[in-house]
């Protein structure tokens, strides 16, 4: 959860500006958090304590109105409404990372991941992106190799995960569909040798940096199942108090659940 949180930090300077470079300083005084982090903590803490997801995302948005919400988003958080907007946006695939680290059998994960997206991005291919993400991480911390996550990814969703860094990098343009999203951060992933080059990966597309690199850290903290003590500490500094809360609690649940 904290390579999800971490990503979208290291990549909240660079979003909207077509950076193709991997060679960046990782924190600076423009790093934050963002929509991304904001709704990660409110998956996880519905996970955690059996909440709803629609009325758990739309308190969290509404605690922080200033993180950078896409407008159907921001529209639905402020409504009275709980109905779906039918969004294909890549929103609901960065928010699902504790669903794939929290649950530990694929149908329940898939369930999961798409009742999570379908509260607002109930659009197949937002449904898709989300269960791609939560399957990719399960499969990562389960100890799969990148081969097979690879192969599975294609299998059970359809995304292409063939073509690497050098091929997609040059070409690639900002978008925020998840079909755009999805994908790119994977091999972002996948062409990394540690969790720090995913995120540098995913940024130097030049794309939604910050969501790229919040998909990519959630998979490769779920693979190599460390991140950096330096990323870590840096992180923390830049998050209020009630998400580390809930990020403590996260970690406690998976320590015991690695120790059962």
């Not at 040798?193 to 940024?203: G, I």
């Not at 500490?233 to 649940?253: A, G, H, M, S």
């Amino acid at each position: 959860m904290l390579g999800a949180i971490a990503g979208d930090i290291i990549g909240s300077p660079y979003e909207y500006l077509g950076f193709k470079e991997k060679g960046f300083p990782l924190f600076s005084e423009r790093s934050c958090f963002t929509d991304d982090t904001v709704l990660t903590v409110a998956v996880a803490d519905a996970m955690l304590h059996n909440l709803d997801f629609a009325q758990t995302l739309k308190a969290y948005g509404r605690r922080y109105p200033d993180a950078g919400y896409g407008g159907s988003f921001y529209n639905w958080m402020l409504s009275d409404t709980l109905e779906p907007y039918k969004s294909w946006g890549n929103g609901c695939a960065m928010r699902t990372s504790p669903i794939g680290f929290l649950l530990d059998d694929e149908s329940t994960i898939l369930r999961t991941a798409r009742k999570c997206s379908a509260v607002t991005h109930n659009h197949s291919e937002g449904i898709k992106g989300s269960q791609a993400v939560s399957i990719g991480i399960f499969l990562a911390r389960q100890g799969n190799s990148k081969e097979i996550i690879r192969q599975e990814i294609f299998r059970w969703f359809g995304y292409n995960l063939q073509p690497h860094m050098g091929e997609i990098q040059p070409t690639y343009r900002f978008t925020i569909t998840c079909q755009g999203t999805v994908p790119p951060a994977f091999i972002a992933f996948l062409d990394s040798t540690d969790y720090e080059s995913a995120v540098r990966n995913a940024v130097s597309l030049g794309g939604d940096a910050d969501t790229l690199a919040c998909i990519a850290g959630a998979l490769a903290e779920a693979y190599y199942k460390e991140i950096p003590a330096q990323i870590i500490n840096e992180t923390r500094k830049r998050l209020p108090q009630d998400f580390l809360d809930i990020i403590d609690e996260f970690y406690d649940v998976m320590k015991k659940k690695n120790t059962d």
